[in-house]
């Protein structure tokens, strides 16, 4: 039997149409991974409340430099066309701007934000595609020179001379003062510390911290202790932050954080988390990155548009390319500034803490006279070694070391998995050189918290002279108390050893390690030398939780509170 295959056709093409118009007609819908999430509405229909001011937020737009360019071209087009419109005061890049940092990605960026000359300021940082060769070598620079961004009015500075990697800018919305502080991708510690100073400078203004990476999916920072997080950044060439460390070191300590945005995350690329930083202030940090769409994005990018209350703000996620908005909970929100509530950052007083789990394993508390250093619990007695020096025990339950001095304490003190050591003890020189209050250790192994400066401490654990570390810029009061707690917890970071530091109540870091506490050789224990009066030193053989460390810190010295 045969058919004819004109007839095939036109049975064809009518179940086809029938099938179209079933679904247009909502008879038959289409499974959600083939829908497009949004609406279609054109771009004199985009919604705006007038009088707002927008900053447009671009994210990652690697694959349009190598590939689609059109969807990189119609997004600053629009941005230069609405500028006056939409009362656009800038736009921000979140990174990767190229997918290969080589000259005709390039090219591509310059021709694109060449509509803006003169008309629209923005901001550049670079992300982890942005970076070829040499660790941390960019051409963003090259093609973007300081010398001309420089020239804006709304220019603030850079963190090295004729290098854009990392910049702030300074303008305003309405009756506020703002500035825009650009991170490289998985920001080193000096750049931090450079940062904190900026955000301290401009304490006034109220801030925005734009980086590559910095929220992971499921609305949370990169955090490397969680375990396998794909393109983490931290240790990002051997020196970078993650999101949860640039929290720690960084954005929660200053009143004036307003406002966190990434991108990076290139599958589940969307995310949203509101935290509260020291001084009350909420921080509302957003990620969007669009890459694995087709073309690359298909030109989605963010508008934050500032309402004209001054309070609150609409994101608002929109394609120049297609004319469509997309309106899920992550990208068509609005959120409510709200600055700081107290005038000093919470204090230690103001977070749950608990008593001890069990009691240490050695105790000194240093009564007395003479240079015996009891332990009152296990009898691992230390010695005060004080010839030709001015260190003593006084008599009221402190031991005074005057630098020559030292107190050797017995071998063996550390447990082979776990441990953590405590120490009250006041400063009282007005300079330090490698001067360690506490050592535990042999020439090649130790684990250590020293004074590196008077004002740059480190928590150090090594084994063959193989050392890793948390090293944090602190603030010393000569003559004022400090506690210290370092711990070393086998399998902390999801399986494997987690070294902590705390001072004075709070978490000063935390880093994943290689190393065992089972390795290191502690033949050579000392207190000091160092410059200082001590109150008391424990050993714990399991590591302290961030709530027992408060709770220590508020009981004091000579209090040991245990759980019943």
């Known amino acids: 039997m045969s058919v004819d295959c004109h007839e095939c056709n036109r049975f ?24 497009v999430p949004s609406t279609s509405e054109t771009i004199s229909e ?50 990767d701007i190229t997918q290969h940092d080589n000259q005709k990605e390039w090219e591509v960026a310059v021709r694109c934000f060449a509509v803006f000359d003169g008309k629209v300021p923005y901001q550049l940082i670079p992300g982890n595609h942005d970076y070829s060769g040499a660790p941390r070598k960019t051409q963003l620079s090259k093609f973007f020179p300081v010398s001309k961004i420089g020239k804006w009015p709304t220019f603030g500075g850079v963190y090295e001379k004729d290098k854009l990697d990392n910049n702030y800018h300074l303008f305003r919305i309405g009756k506020r003062d703002w500035i825009t502080l650009g991170l490289e991708c998985g920001p080193r510690k000096a750049v931090i510390a450079w940062a904190n100073k900026v955000l301290e400078k401009y304490r006034d203004h109220s801030a925005i911290i734009v980086t590559h990476a910095y929220l992971f999916r499921n609305n949370r920072r990169y955090d490397y ?15 970078g932050a993650d999101g949860e460390e640039l929290w720690q070191q960084l954005i929660r300590k200053h009143p004036n954080v307003m406002i966190v945005i990434s991108g990076h995350v290139a599958t589940g690329g969307l995310g949203y988390l509101a935290s509260e930083g020291d001084y009350g202030n909420t921080v509302h940090q957003m990620m969007a990155c669009y890459q694995k769409m087709r073309q690359g994005g298909q030109g989605y990018m963010r508008l934050l548009e500032f309402l004209p209350d001054g309070k ?56 007395g006279k003479g240079t015996n250093i009891v332990d009152t619990i296990r009898s691992a007695h230390g010695r005060l070694n004080i010839a ?55 020439r090649g192994d130790w684990l250590v918290y020293t004074f590196r400066t008077r004002t740059t401490h480190r928590a150090e654990i090594a084994v063959n002279r193989n050392n890793q570390d948390i090293q944090r810029n602190v603030h010393v009061e000569t003559g004022t108390a400090m506690h210290i707690v370092v711990t070393y917890d086998h399998d ?38 160092f410059i200082g009066k001590f109150d008391e030193l424990r050993i714990y053989d399991y590591p302290l939780t961030l709530a027992e460390v408060q709770g220590n810190y508020q009981a004091g010295p000579n209090q040991l509170g245990l759980s019943k």
């Open 225 to 239: 202790r969680h375990g396998s997080q794909r393109a983490s950044p931290h240790n990002f060439h051997g020196d």
């Open 388 to 442: 030709g020096s001015k260190s003593a025990l006084d008599g009221n339950g402190q031991l005074v070391l005057a630098g020559e001095g030292h107190v050797n304490l017995p071998p063996g003190l550390l447990p082979n998995e776990d441990v953590t050591f405590e120490v009250w003890f006041t400063p009282t020189a007005d300079s330090y050189n490698w001067n360690s209050p506490v050592r535990f250790g042999s």
């Open 492 to 529: 902390g970071a999801n399986g494997s050893p987690l070294l902590a530091y705390y001072r004075d109540g709070e978490s000063y870091g935390k880093i994943r390690t290689d190393l065992h506490l089972k390795d290191v050789e502690d033949t050579n224990n000392t207190l000091g030398p």
């Open 312 to 367: 609150r703000v609409q994101v608002r996620t929109y394609s120049p390319s297609l004319k469509k908005t997309r309106t899920s909970k992550l990208e068509d929100f609005t959120f409510k500034l709200q600055g700081p509530t107290r005038e000093t950052p919470k204090s230690v007083s103001d977070i749950p803490s608990t008593k001890l789990l069990k009691a240490p394993i050695h105790r000194y508390s240093f009564d």
């Open 46 to 95: 985009l919604p705006w409340i007038k009088g707002s001011t927008t900053l447009a937020v671009m994210p990652d737009t690697q694959y349009y430099a190598e590939k689609y360019p059109h969807h990189f071209q119609a997004q600053t087009r629009w941005i230069a066309e609405n500028y006056e419109k939409r009362n656009i005061a800038y736009t921000l890049h979140l990174g």
């Open 12 to 35: 064809v093409r009518i179940v086809f149409f029938m099938l179209i118009a079933a679904v247009c007609l909502g008879i038959i819908t289409c499974p959600s991974y083939c829908q």
